[in-house]
């Protein structure tokens, strides 16, 4: 079945420190792939997407992803986290099925930042 | 550029009863999808309408239905509400349909159903 997998409900890290995401997909094509971020209180915005070509793909708050084909992944990094950076964080795949294409949300990661 | 503006915010409401919600999208969009978040399902697509034409559906009941007008505003509607459909509805704007176009996401109206 076509999804998408959010392995880690929360996360914890300290402001200053590396994060990574993880994302994990299932879909027999090349995906489209998006990462999301809900802070608290507001609606979700666009943090990076890829549909094809380069690998390693930036985004907006200084995040980065990187597609790998041979380990079904679109983990999401940044290399020191800011306080402000605490949100929820959602990885979307794009469903072709049907005539229709739709979102698929995974289930979220919750990050939490430590002073 | 004004975001994309959700009423009401918050809406409470008992079972049986029906409910419309209001998105009016960012100027010059003219596809508008809507969406329902929850603690137990997260974030499940609900419908997309472009140029007043409903394009893209997800799966859920006849009761959950929608429409689009000439500007691009669109309303959702749910009838005989259950408490179950006490959610966080959201609705995103973009440009054109398809959901590889970037869509921009309001505030959400959230609803209760007691």
């Known amino acids: 079945a076509q999804s998408v997998t959010q392995p880690d409900i929360h996360i914890t890290v300290s402001e200053g420190a590396s994060l990574e995401l993880r994302c994990n997909y299932s879909y027999g094509a090349t995906p489209y792939l998006f990462w999301y971020v809900q802070s608290p209180g507001q609606g979700l915005q666009l943090l990076l997407k890829y549909f094809s070509g380069d690998t390693l793909v930036q985004g907006i708050k200084g995040f980065e992803a990187e597609f790998k084909r041979s380990q079904s992944s679109f983990n999401l990094r940044k290399p020191s986290v800011h306080w402000s950076d605490a949100a929820e964080y959602f990885c979307?795949?794009?469903?072709?099925?049907?005539?229709?294409?739709?979102?698929?949300f995974g289930a979220g990661t919750r990050l939490a930042v430590h002073p | 550029k004004a975001g994309v503006t959700q009423t009401p915010r918050y809406l409470i409401k008992t079972r049986g009863q029906q409910v419309t919600l209001s998105c009016s999208p960012i100027?010059?969009?003219?596809?508008v999808s809507w969406y329902q978040q929850t603690p137990g399902q997260g974030l499940q697509f609900l419908f997309e309408?472009?140029?007043?034409?409903?394009?893209n559906k997800g799966n859920f009941p006849g009761r959950f239905s929608g429409r689009q007008f000439s500007n691009s505003r669109s309303e959702m509607n749910v009838s005989t509400l259950e408490l179950g459909d006490s959610a966080l509805y959201l609705c995103?704007?973009?440009?054109?349909?398809?959901?590889?176009?970037?869509?921009?996401f309001g505030p959400g109206t959230r609803l209760t159903v007691l």
């Open positions: 979307v795949f794009l469903m072709f099925s049907g005539g229709y294409n739709k979102l698929i």
């Open positions: 995103a704007s973009s440009l054109t349909s398809g959901g590889n176009n970037e869509q921009f």
């Open positions: 309408y472009f140029s007043e034409t409903q394009r």
């Open positions: 100027s010059g969009h003219r596809s």
